[in-house]
Every structure is written in structure tokens, then in C-alpha cells.
T-cell receptor
Framework: KQEVTQIPAALSVPEGENLVLNCSFTDSAIYNLQWFRQDPGKGLTSLLL?????REQTSGRLNASLDKSSGRSTLYIAASQPGDSATYLCAPPPTGNTPLVFGKGTRLSVIA | NAGVTQTPKFQVLKTGQSMTLQCAQD?????MYWYRQDPGMGLRLIYY???????DKGEVPNGYNVSRLNKREFSLRLESAAPSQTSVYFC???????????FGSGTRLTVV
């Protein structure tokens, strides 16, 4: 059974800092890994999807890397802004053609 | 706008009542999912439909039934609601179970 751990559970940083969110998973035979953002009381918004053949994906100030062999992914946020405050979730699928499994997320607060 | 639409957004039920949560997507996706989100538990898969005509149990299927009505619509039914089913329910869709997911905005259900 795929198990996903996200560290830290919560993070508070001043505006402008660069930061790294970590995700580890137990079953490394995955097809891809997706990072999501969830604002309080809202649904999930997809940020980045990394295919298993890729090592990283970039979108604006976000960069996500994937190391299947070690069962890890990191989400790097450059020059953080108060609008980045949200919960960030990583989701690797289990092996085979089965749905995403979610970590409990990292709750990020960026202080102006 | 293209996406996943869930109805209703909010619902209060009495213990023992039944209801159906509706989900529709207009992206021609093959796969659809129902997750629930509880504080401290993260997102857990209830049921999914890998393609039209198929449904499978997820991690927490007890007390729920689903119907893949057609390619666009996937409903979740609570036959006899219990307080333990108080949660936020999210529907999602993807081209396939190993493709990127799109989530609806959620249904906040309270069972009293």
C-alpha cells in the first residue's frame, strides 16, 4: 500500500524567502507524481505533474523534482508571497492503474 | 469554464436520511473519483470509475454507493447517513488513472 509522508506538516516564513516542501512515498514504481494546492475551504488546484521519465517540472516560481529511486519529491517555491499561503499536497499513484494517494499536506503561511 | 462541477455545495442531513451527491465533468475524461477529506486524515478515496461502465472500491467505501451514469457523470449515494459521514466530499476526473487530476470545489456535508 502506497504511503505518503509530507514534511514539514506546517511552515511559517517571512515574505521573500525561498522554501522547500518535502514528500516521500513508499512505493517507487509510480507513473507520475502530482502536486496540488488547497486554499482554506476550497478544492484542490493542480500545480505540477511530473511524469516518471522526468526529473523535474517548473511553473513560474515553482519547481518540483522527482527521485523515484529514493521515493522522494520536493516542491521548491522561490521568492514566497503572502498569496502562496495554502496547504500543499503531493500525490503519487500506487503501482498499476490505480488512483492517487495523498499525503496530509504541508500548511504554508507566508507573512508579509 | 471547463472543469468538474459538484452539487450541492452544502448539505445538512439527519441521521438515517439518504442523499445523492452529483458530479459532472466536461473534459471528456475517462476516469472519475470520489474522495472525502477529514481534519487530520487527509484525502481518502471512497470509490472510483476507471472508465464508463466500471466502478471500484477505494480505501473507505462502507456506507456509500456510486453510479457512473455516463462518461460525464459520477454520483455518490449515502443510503442511511451517519454522523461519521460528516466530511467534505470531492469529486475528481482524469483522462486515465495515471494522468493529471482535476478536482471539483467540494460538497460540505454535515450529518446530525
Amino acid at each position: 500500500k502506497q504511503e505518503v509522508t509530507q514534511i514539514p506538516a506546517a511552515l511559517s516564513v517571512p515574505e521573500g524567502e525561498n522554501l522547500v516542501l518535502n514528500c516521500s512515498f513508499t512505493d517507487s514504481a509510480i507513473y507520475n507524481l502530482q502536486w496540488f494546492r488547497q486554499d482554506p475551504g476550497k478544492g484542490l488546484t493542480s500545480l505540477l505533474l511530473i511524469q516518471s521519465s522526468q526529473r523535474e517540472q517548473t511553473s513560474g516560481r515553482l519547481n518540483a523534482s522527482l527521485d523515484k529511486s529514493s521515493g522522494r519529491s520536493t516542491l521548491y517555491i522561490a521568492a514566497s508571497q503572502p498569496g502562496d499561503s495554502a496547504t500543499y499536497l503531493c500525490a503519487p499513484p500506487p503501482t498499476g492503474n490505480t488512483p492517487l494517494v495523498f499525503g496530509k499536506g504541508t500548511r504554508l503561511s507566508v507573512i508579509a | 469554464n471547463a472543469g468538474v462541477t459538484q452539487t450541492p455545495k452544502f448539505q445538512v442531513l439527519k441521521t438515517g436520511q439518504s442523499m445523492t451527491l452529483q458530479c459532472a465533468q466536461d473534459m471528456n475524461h475517462n476516469s472519475m473519483y470520489w474522495y472525502r477529506q477529514d481534519p487530520g486524515m487527509g484525502l481518502r478515496l471512497i470509490y472510483y470509475s476507471a472508465s464508463e461502465g466500471t466502478t471500484d472500491k477505494g480505501e473507505v467505501p462502507n456506507g456509500y454507493n456510486v453510479s457512473r451514469l455516463n462518461k460525464r457523470e459520477f454520483s455518490l449515494r449515502l443510503e442511511s447517513a451517519a454522523p461519521s459521514q460528516t466530511s467534505v466530499y470531492f469529486c475528481a476526473s482524469s483522462e486515465g488513472t495515471v494522468k493529471g487530476y482535476t478536482f471539483g470545489s467540494g460538497t460540505r456535508l454535515t450529518v446530525v
